[in-house]
């Protein structure tokens, strides 16, 4: 039997993870108390925030759930992330173009199931196939 293979697109969000201070040390020259010329260190903090992208909770339960049920009936799992897939990439596969709804399941036979996706409904759409 050949590999059955089921692909499940995931749109990820841009989430801050962390804030990250930095430290600089400036020198300041100025005129000395009692003439000439003197260096005055000065401290100056930044703040810089650390993103990374991140796949919302109910899209990640749908990905676990679609785990579970596909190794049961044999099928091999891809997942896609929209939003960190290659542009280029994005723009030549027709298929990727179609998909408006996350998370969206599709099946090597072009079987899908759109948005707010039941175990019952993904189920169904895998055991056709057996």
Do not use: C, W
């Not at 995931?10 to 962390?18: E, F, Y």
């Not at 899209?59 to 676990?64: A, L, M, W, Y």
């Amino acid at each position: 039997m050949a590999n059955r293979k089921v692909t499940i697109y995931v749109k990820s969000v841009k989430t801050a993870i962390r804030t990250e201070k930095i430290v600089h040390q400036k020198l300041i020259g100025g005129p000395g108390a009692r003439g000439g010329y003197r260096v005055i260190p000065t401290y100056e903090v930044n703040s810089i925030t650390k993103y990374d992208f991140v796949v919302p909770e109910d899209q990640n339960k749908i990905v676990e759930t679609v785990r579970e049920i596909a190794a049961k009936h044999g099928f091999e799992v891809e997942i896609v992330d929209i939003t960190r897939e290659n542009i280029l990439h994005r723009v030549l596969q027709e298929e990727i173009k179609k998909i408006k709804i996350f998370p969206t399941l599709i099946t090597d036979s072009g079987e899908k199931i759109e948005g707010k996706i039941s175990k019952e409904q993904i189920k169904s759409l895998l055991s056709k196939g057996d």
